[in-house]
T-cell receptor, first 113, second 115 residues
Framework: KNQVEQSPQSLIILEGKNCTLQ??????????LRWYKQDTGRGPVSLTI?????NTKSNGRYTATLDADTKQSSLHITASQLSDSASYIC????????????FGSGTRLSIRP | GAVVSQHPSRVICKSGTSVKIECRSL??????MFWYRQFPKQSLMLMAT?????????EQGVEKDKFLINHASLTLSTLTVTSAHPEDSSFYIC???????????FGPGTRLLVL
């Protein structure tokens, strides 16, 4: 069964600290993996996209990693800011119709001053 | 670039009425648009995929007669929730893709409350 699981479900950290969010997937055949940031009451915004051959990709303070062998991805946030408070969603796309786009349930991140 | 808008941003309606939500790609032509529903503290659930000029493809469990989707142009898709009931209250989000590309650009969402 094609699934995307994210952990932790929620996370609270102090402003300025780093954190890492996890995404494990079973989608096959794998096409690409995206991380989105969704502010409360808003639509998701793309942070990174990685294909099978890419191991890491950065977007400012956000760095995503991908291990296609273990089917794991992480999103590392450096020097967190209050504006980083949001839900972070991992989305995996496959090539088959059954695995075309699978959304993770997201990690709710709260940054405390 | 690649901005997607939705209108209205929020709507309150009485049970039994129909509500239309618009999704527009402002600065690009979207060959494919997607409609999602999101309940509180849950992830997005794909409702349907629509290609310009053809009938929408609905996900399993989504009633096509209740959620009418029209994609009449490359920049506009509409979702009409017919005979809305309180259980239809949710956050509806659309997304659009550029021709030949997979990246989805999401709209800001529409919050529907059915009383």
């Amino acid at each position: 069964k094609n699934q995307v699981e994210q952990s932790p479900q929620s996370l609270i950290i102090l402003e300025g600290k780093n954190c890492t969010l996890q995404c494990n997937y079973t989608v096959s055949p794998f096409s690409n993996l995206r991380w989105y940031k969704q502010d409360t009451g808003r639509g998701p915004v793309s942070l990174t996209i990685m294909t099978f051959s890419e191991n890491t990709k950065s977007n400012g303070r956000y760095t995503a990693t991908l291990d296609a062998d273990t089917k794991q991805s992480s999103l590392h946030i450096t020097a967190s800011q209050l504006s980083d408070s949001a839900s972070y969603i991992c989305v995996v796309s496959g090539y088959s119709s059954a695995s075309k786009i699978i959304f993770g349930s997201g990690t709710r991140l709260s940054i405390r001053p | 670039g690649a901005v997607v808008s939705q209108h209205p941003s929020r709507v309150i309606c009485k049970s039994g009425t129909s509500v239309k939500i618009e999704c527009r790609s402002l600065d690009f032509q979207a060959t494919t648009m997607f409609w999602y529903r999101q309940f509180p503290k849950q992830s997005l659930m794909l409702m349907a995929t629509s290609n310009e000029g053809s009938k929408a493809t609905y996900e399993q469990g989504v009633e096509k007669d209740k959620f009418l989707i029209n994609h009449a142009s490359l920049t506009l898709s509409t979702l009409t929730v017919t005979s809305a009931h309180p259980e239809d209250s949710s956050f509806y989000i659309c997304s659009a893709t550029l021709a030949g590309r997979e990246t989805q650009y999401f709209g800001p969402g529409t919050r529907l409350l059915v009383l």
